[in-house]
Nanobody, 115 residues
């Protein structure tokens, strides 16, 4: 059973930065791809960044150049470094891991960007 716990969400001014963390327990973290999603009020959940077990990354157009995903396999943790934050980045941010047919989600962490 995989458990994912996010942290690092906060209230920040536009133009600021935050780093989110997601720590996994259970499963084999080092061989698993990890993904960050976000969901703003009234909107669908959006995939924003992913990293493979080998460290290859992909980003949504909306965050490319501003956000960076990374991982520390020794700590079973994936990070999302967010910069140049905008009010439209306000959302609950979730990390996700798929193992075989199973999807695992964290509880989410709130990021609020004030203008």
């Amino acid at each position: 059973q995989v458990q994912l716990v996010e942290s690092g969400g906060d209230l920040v001014q536009a133009g600021g930065s935050l780093r989110l963390s997601c720590t996994a327990s259970g499963g084999i973290f080092s061989v698993s791809g990890m993904t960050w999603y976000r969901q703003a009020p009234g909107k669908a959940r959006e995939l924003i960044a992913s990293i493979t077990s080998r460290g290859n990354t992909n980003y949504a157009v909306s965050v490319k150049g501003r956000f960076s995903i990374s991982r520390d396999n020794a700590k079973n943790t994936v990070y999302l470094q967010m910069g140049s934050l905008k009010p439209e980045d306000t959302a609950v941010y979730y990390c996700h891991q798929r193992q075989g047919p199973y999807d695992y989600w964290g509880q989410g962490t709130q990021v609020t960007v004030s203008s």
